[in-house]
């Protein structure tokens, strides 16, 4: 028997505990000397938080970085102190509800300025500049590369991070060398590789074909971590092995079905963001259930 239906948890409200903001899906709390992220069930598109949520969602992004940073543990420390609520600090427990199964106890870490992304195959921006330039990030490609086209080695491509939420925007080795330095910055994309192949491997393991995805690091006292989210839907582009075929846009494990509606409404993609009929937030929470099965080979329960 199915149970009663999920609900999305648009915001959370965690009493006095102060929160230090709310990004497009995670809320953020400080908590003693930690973090507490909080993944909501809130969707953006197209750079706006629509008006409805995906139920569940962010317990299936949650349960996907958790296995992640199990996975990758052995490249790279991160930031994960807990997230199982029963170890959270007791002034938690009475939002256990809303905490339990999407949220994370995180270290703190003065965060580098910039975003690591790995790319395997070409691309969302990466093949919008390469058509223009025949480059990505400035670092020439060979020609005849298609959309959706394997890369003859997966490429560090860094971006900036935007302090307004507006995009992200790609730059070369050399600027980010200059933000960060040029020993961080080799540190960064040495890691940022290693991640990617790993998980490109298991991803290829269980029929799936990571195209592209993003890291966020930062630095404590003991060195470099691992921090944000990893691996999920939302970071990364997932493509289904079986399908892939160069020349044009792959369906992928992600909003899809959200943005080909958004775009089926002409919607002029400024705030209000519309709400989602529910069919579509229903095929968009299957698709989301379907990558947490296809990479950790388990089923999650709602």
Known sequence: MEGPPVTAL?????????????????????????LLLVATDRISAFDHVLGTGIPGKGKILTQISLFWFDLLSEIVPNHLIS?????????????ADQLEGRSMLVKRANMFPVECVAR?????????EYQASGTVCGV?????????????????TPATKSQD???????????????????????LRRLTLALYAKAAAHAESRGLILADTKFEFGRTAQGIIL????????????????????GGAQPSFDKQFVRDYLESIHWNKQAPA???PSDVAERTQAKYLEAFHRLTGRHLNL
């Open 140 to 156: 020439a490609l060979p020609a005849g590369l298609k959309d959706g086209s394997r890369l003859p080695e997966p490429m560090f």
């Open 165 to 187: 939420g507006a995009h992200d925007e790609n730059i070369s080795f050399a600027a980010t060398e200059a933000v960060i330095g040029a020993a961080d910055a080799a540190e």
């Open 227 to 246: 921090a944000d989210e990893v691996l999920t839907p939302d970071s990364s582009r997932f493509w289904d092995a079986a399908t892939w075929k160069p």
């Open 10 to 34: 648009l915001t959370t409200n965690l009493g006095a505990m102060p929160l230090l903001g709310r990004g497009k899906v995670r809320d953020l709390y400080a908590v003693d000397d930690a």
């Open 274 to 276: 519309p709400s989602l």
């Open 83 to 95: 997230a199982d609520v029963r170890e959270f600090p007791a002034t938690l427990l009475p939002y």
């Open 120 to 128: 395997g195959y070409l691309a969302g921006s990466g093949w919008k």
